[in-house]
């Protein structure tokens, strides 16, 4: 950027003349050109400051056993695994999910016959919201971001065919995860697959909507009730599944640092485990089958060793704070997706670049399964041909880079592990803060951690406004092009489709069912009772997604976010 | 001359990402706009209500869940129908190429892509607002 800087940062000399020869002025910025040559000051992603060099000086005190021991150890920094992706490579598994159905089970079909090994389903916004295809509020909207389901039949559907005991699925649904999950287990049952062998994971986790995403449907409070019984639930019922997948993708994903996202998580992580314990399950009951979900972005070693220390803060959390003596109730396994909100519309094909780094942090970082994002989702749900080569990427990963054949391969680096200590403490600083705020709902309740996010997306807005950050394509070697591929629509047939089979469905099940289940349901949600039980009843007699939530609005009301800051 | 722009910032839908909204909120506001911020989830009625009511020169409208060839147009035609007629319309989101002639001809003034700057948007209220109302 200028002299100064360059000349105490010795590493950036050539950088200048090399990289701005080939630079373009951005729309607006006619001085761009003899810009941003070397950053103003090295730092990640993150705007965490980084050295030079890192040497043993860094390591100071540093303790193997304590700080990493061998992977599948305690507190398994290097892996939960001994063997890690020898043993068995990642879940290659792609989130997918439009229009109708019929279309989304065509998806998943073609991705399992293109060696993707588990199943994703993103579900409509109206899904989301727990309304109907035809509701009014769902205009314009079935269909758009993922497949719409209004009922079992609609679920009968999409699971169609798909092998639902040998392959895991995992299902992006929050709010009425309890519903969903229902409408997944009745057409296993109807299948005659046994509960018992059935696995996957509901994502289900209501926090980060508040904090982040911001599909809630119903206040905090009843909210976490419903978590709490599908944990419960799944734990006596379904005990291969995992009833949730706490997410710090979306934290992420609003704009948060990677701490932030990591120290959220975590934390939403412990107020579920304080939730479940005081409905009086035993911690090691249930939390083997916690999972965790995280965001891969754009800096390589700033991801690594979030993954790194997010294992090892969680094992020291669940062994410590909440005596767990099963040592699967201290693993961190977690899900990986690469970061939506690194893709840029200009220039699509060099999203695929991004993807693939993004990727081989998270492999690096030593990922349970793992969501390769398609290079045109800047602007739509991919096209097949784009989601292939997605999951390209993974397979390549997997089978020509070399990189699973040895556990932690990181491991012992100076810069590493003085980033992954790091970022382990600034970790616990957040969770401290937090616990002082009486935890995370009341956190949440009084907007904690929504505006830490908010304050962190918008310095880094102003960073790439200043050009201190550099999105190629973006603010800098930018060109003119059009738009250089194609892009999936989805019209409107996919509505009327919807809501003509809705109408259909309405007609011809069994009413007096339909209204007696809702009623118990209705009266369950007002004692505390399990719901699950009620929520499958329904389920079987075909009541649909928008009225089992209009009964559960009815009791538990609808939530608003105050105005903060 | 010192009548500060006012802008209302309208989330429309079921979509509840809301990163680029309050980002284009505050920005607006370090520039010394006024800006009204209505929430998620607001109906096509209750975007224009407000902007009646807020007697606002702009309206940014965030839309990332693809209804936005649903829902822009009918709060046009509702500015229209309440006599917003020199009101700014701005959409922002993610709109692709082919969809952005349709939702000029209903009235909106700019579109503003993924990765567009801030202050490109201040720029283009300030130019267009005050050659017009102020």
């Known amino acids: 950027m200028n002299k100064e800087n360059t000349a105490v940062m010795p590493g950036s000399v050539e950088a200048p003349e090399d990289r701005s020869v080939t630079r373009k002025p951005g729309p607006g910025n006619g001085h761009a050109a003899v810009s941003a040559a070397a950053p103003a000051e090295f730092t990640t992603l993150s705007g965490v400051p980084i050295e030079r060099l890192y040497t043993a000086a ?13 992977p599948g150890e305690y507190p398994y920094t290097r892996g939960i695994h001994r063997t890690m992706y020898r043993g068995k490579l990642w879940t290659m598994r792609q989130f997918s999910g439009f229009g109708s159905p019929e279309d989304t089970n065509a998806r998943l079909r073609y991705l399992l016959k293109q060696g993707q090994t588990g199943l994703s389903i993103a579900f409509d916004l109206p899904t ?39 392959v895991t699925t995992s299902m ?3 709010s009425p995860a309890a519903i969903i999950w229902a409408m997944y287990l009745v ?87 304080e939730w479940v314990k005081r409905a009086g399950m035993d911690v090691d009951e249930f939390a083997p089958r916690l999972s965790f979900f995280f965001n891969a972005h754009n ?8 993954y790194r220390a997010a294992r090892k803060v969680w094992a020291r959390v669940m062994r410590e704070r909440y005596g767990a003596k099963n040592p699967r109730s201290w693993l961190c396994r977690f899900h990986t997706q ?20 993004q990727a081989l942090a998270g492999v690096l970082g030593g990922t349970q399964s793992l969501h390769t994002n398609s290079l045109d989702e800047a602007w739509a749900l991919p096209t097949e041909s784009a989601v292939t080569l997605a999951l390209r990427t993974q397979q390549v990963i997997a089978h020509e880079s070399g990189v699973p054949n040895a556990v932690d391969p990181l491991a012992g680096s100076y810069f590493v592990e003085k980033l992954t200590l790091d970022t382990e403490r600034a970790c616990w600083d957040y969770i401290e803060r937090i616990d002082a705020l009486g935890g995370m709902v009341a956190a949440v309740e009084k907007g904690f951690p929504q505006r830490e996010i908010h304050d962190a997306a918008y310095v880094y807005q102003q960073q790439l406004e200043r050009k201190e950050k550099i999105i190629v394509g973006v603010n800098d070697f930018v060109t003119d092009e059009k738009r250089p591929i194609e892009i999936l629509v989805i019209d409107d047939t996919v509505a009327h489709r919807q809501s003509d089979k809705l109408a259909e469905l309405r007609k011809t099940r069994d009413c007096a069912r339909v209204q007696s289940t809702l009623e118990a349901l209705g009266s369950a949600a007002g004692t505390d009772a399990n719901l699950m039980p009620y929520i499958l009843e329904c389920v079987r007699a075909y009541a649909t997604l928008g009225e089992m939530c209009d009964r559960l609005r009815g009791v538990f009301g609808t939530y608003e976010e105050p105005a903060f800051g | ?38 929430g998620l989830r607001q109906t096509p009625e209750q975007i224009a209500r407000a902007a009646v009511q807020e007697d606002v020169d702009a309206i940014g409208i965030s839309i990332l869940s693809g209804a936005h060839n649903t829902i822009v147009p009918r709060i046009c035609e509702l500015l229209r129908v309440e006599g917003m007629n020199d009101v700014l319309v701005l959409v922002g989101g993610i709109i692709p190429e082919e969809d952005i002639p349709g939702l000029k001809a209903q009235g909106v003034a700019e579109v503003f892509q993924p ?8 720029g283009f209220i300030r130019e267009h607002v005050t050659s017009k109302a102020l």
């Open chain 1, 58 to 70: 860094d390591l100071a005190g540093f303790d193997y056993q304590r700080d990493l021991a061998d």
């Open chain 1, 128 to 166: 989301l919201m727990g309304y109907d295809s035809d509701h009014l509020l769902a205009e314009g909207e079935v269909g758009k971001c993922g497949v719409a389901i209004s009922s079992l039949a609609d679920m009968e559907v999409l699971l169609r065919g798909l092998p639902l005991e040998k």
């Open chain 1, 172 to 174: 992006t649904i929050n």
């Open chain 1, 187 to 273: 057409v296993a049952e109807k299948n005659g697959a046994d509960w018992k062998k059935i696995s996957g994971t509901t994502q289900n986790d209501i926090l980060k909507e508040y904090i982040a995403q911001k599909e809630y449907i119903f206040p905090p409070e009843p909210s976490m009730r419903l978590v709490v019984d599908t944990i419960t639930f799944g734990a006596r019922e379904v005990p291969r599944w995992n009833p949730i997948s706490i997410s710090g993708y979306h934290i992420r994903e609003a704009g948060s640092t990677a701490v932030q996202e990591l120290a959220f998580t975590l934390r939403d992580g412990m107020e579920y485990v």
């Open chain 1, 299 to 306: 800096d390589l070693f700033e991801e690594i060793a979030k």
């Open chain 1, 338 to 357: 690469t970061a939506g909100c690194s893709l840029t519309a200009q220039q699509p094909y060099n999203n695929v670049i991004r993807t693939t780094i």
């Open chain 2, 1 to 38: 001359m010192d009548k500060r722009i006012r802008v209302l910032v309208a989330k429309p839908g079921l979509d509840g990402h809301d990163r680029g909204a309050k980002i284009v909120a505050r920005a607006l506001r370090d520039a010394g706009m006024e800006v009204i911020y209505t």
């Open chain 2, 115 to 122: 990765g567009a700057s801030t202050q490109d948007i201040v």
